[in-house]
């Protein structure tokens, strides 16, 4: 171990937790917007749209199924644009939000069609309108499946952070690389690892208390 | 009131067209109590979906007094809804609110301010006596109170009518009939037009008036209760009031020894 250690370590954690907030935050925001769109144009839904449907249903499975490692680099130009560099944490934000999003999207989407179709019925028969009942009922009555997926997305993302380091976002991940295997600083690597290992734990405790909490006020005992 | 006229729905099934209302006429007079009652799958469910257009008829016209539902849109359609209660088998209660928030809810979508809101839930929670429970979620509700939470989400509006889907379904013989007694003062008190769907005959006994009864879609026969129970003429109305009957028979054999071991 050599005293340059924890310096390295610390300004990795930085850069991973700035990425992970940020994109989290934009791919929430984008992933919010897909899955409210799919869910309220689908078939039968409060705003029924199929063509609507179809193209932002395409658009995801088309981001979806490329790798992210392939999607970064497709995303160079548009981080370029964006924010003027395609290096370092900021710029691995703008693909990191973009190759989230369609998932949060389609997590959403899931969260949001599992509350029951009665309690749609209900809201309609005393004439609530479209927007009341994706904002008033679906999303809240999904409160704790959108949090519960809300933590699968950010820890993916963390993944994601990781693949970003490999090619110059900076980060844990660029350091386990950068150190840890082309300078075989091994006491990196491993640290890295821990640390890694532990910010998914912090965020899963985190996800699983808010849904906790959630659900304490609303199937409290008598 | 309530005018249906040629009334028709079908839906695509795997197996072909399945003709759920076919050319339904039915007139139901304001204040009463009015029972629909079939057997599963007869059409009585889409019949009540028709009347406010939870489910969208392929023809005929449904007119709620001087309104004519079926040929509203958009903003109308959803305020001619306010003025039409109604209640579910499974309650359909919002989980994520409680019993106050979620009576409220169907003021809040109408845009009613907060001093009104608290007022009018107030009483209404009253009226269903379930003052003492207004800051309770749905889960801490038995399933008669849960209905109540419901009943009282659907005269927060002050509607003209009713609207009541197997209502009772779900509730064990006490509760129904606790909700029964309620239903019926609560048509006595403010003189709304109550529409029970059910396959019950217990509530037919307790509470309606008048009868329609509902076969493969069509209206086949309607009168008083009591003509429905003494002079049954459809096929379906035997049916039912003779399932009452063989088991009456049944039990007073089986009381008299007569016939024991059936």
């Known amino acids: 171990m050599r005293d340059d250690l924890f ?24 992933g919010m917007l897909l899955g409210i769109t799919l869910v309220a144009t689908e ?32 995303l160079i130009p548009v981080a370029r644009w964006v924010i003027g560099t395609s290096l370092g944490p900021t710029a691995a934000v703008v693909s990191l939000s973009i190759g989230a999003a369609p998932f949060l999207g389609r997590i959403v989407e899931s ?45 993916a993302i963390t993944e994601l952070t990781a693949v970003a380091g490999a090619i110059g976002a900076g980060g844990l991940g660029s350091l386990a690389i950068r150190f840890g295997y082309q300078r075989f600083r091994e006491d990196i690597l491993f640290a890295t690892v821990i640390v890694i290992i532990l910010l998914v734990q912090v965020l899963q405790w985190t996800g699983d208390s808010i849904v906790r909490s959630i659900n304490r006020r609303r199937y409290k005992p008598e | 009131m309530i005018a249906i006229s040629n009334l028709s729905k079908s839906y695509k099934t795997a197996s072909g067209v399945f003709k759920a209302l076919n050319k339904l006429d039915l007139t139901i007079e304001k204040g009463d109590i009015y029972g629909i009652i079939g057997f599963s799958g007869a ?5 009540v979906r028709c009347m406010n257009r939870l489910e969208e008829p392929d023809e005929g016209t449904v007119a709620i ?44 979508v109408a845009g009613r301010d907060k001093t009104f809101i608290r007022k009018r839930v107030t009483e209404v929670l009253e009226m269903v006596q379930l003052s003492d429970k207004a800051g309770h979620y749905p889960s801490q509700l038995s399933g008669g109170q849960k209905q109540r939470v419901g009943i009282a989400r659907a005269l927060v509006n002050e509607p003209d009518v009713l609207l009541c889907d197997e209502a009772t379904s779900a509730l064990d013989p006490q509760t129904t009939y606790s ?53 049954p003429q459809s096929d379906t109305a035997r049916r039912f009031v003779n399932i009452v009957e063989r088991y009456r028979q049944k039990r007073k054999l089986a009381v008299e020894g007569v016939g024991a071991g059936i």
Not at chain 1, 51 to 70: M, T, W, Y
Not at chain 1, 125 to 147: K, M, Q, T, Y
Not at chain 2, 194 to 202: A, C, S
Request: hydrophobic share 50%; proline share 3%; aromatic share 8%.
């Open chain 2, 43 to 47: 059409g009585k469910s889409t019949l």
């Open chain 1, 43 to 74: 078939k039968g839904g409060v705003l029924e749209n199929r063509p609507i449907h179809k193209i932002v249903s395409l658009a995801i499975n088309g981001v979806r199924s490329l790798p992210f490692i392939i999607l970064i680099v497709l």
């Open chain 2, 65 to 108: 007094g001087d309104t004519v539902i079926t040929e509203l849109e958009g903003k109308r359609l959803r305020e001619a809804r306010q003025k039409i209660g109604m209640i579910f088998q499974q309650f359909n209660l919002l989980d994520g609110k409680t019993a106050f928030q979620n009576v409220a809810f169907p003021l809040r």
């Open chain 1, 111 to 155: 969260a949001l069609k599992e509350v029951a179709s009665g309690k749609v019925e209900a809201a309609k028969s005393f004439g609530a309108s479209p927007l009341d009942i994706l904002f008033r009922v679906l999303i809240p009555e999904a409160l704790p499946a959108l949090v519960r997926s809300l933590t699968i997305a950010v820890i």
């Open chain 1, 7 to 30: 310096e390295l370590l610390w300004e990795g954690l930085r850069e991973t937790l700035y990425m992970l907030v940020w994109s989290s935050f934009f791919a929430f925001l984008l």
């Open chain 2, 179 to 231: 909700i029964l007694e309620l239903l019926q003062s609560i048509n006595q008190q403010l003189g709304l037009t109550v529409v029970l769907i059910t396959h019950e005959l217990e509530v037919l006994q307790h509470i309606c008036n008048n009868v329609a009864v509902i076969e493969q879609g069509e209206i086949v026969e309607t009168g008083t209760v009591d003509q429905f129970f003494l002079n």
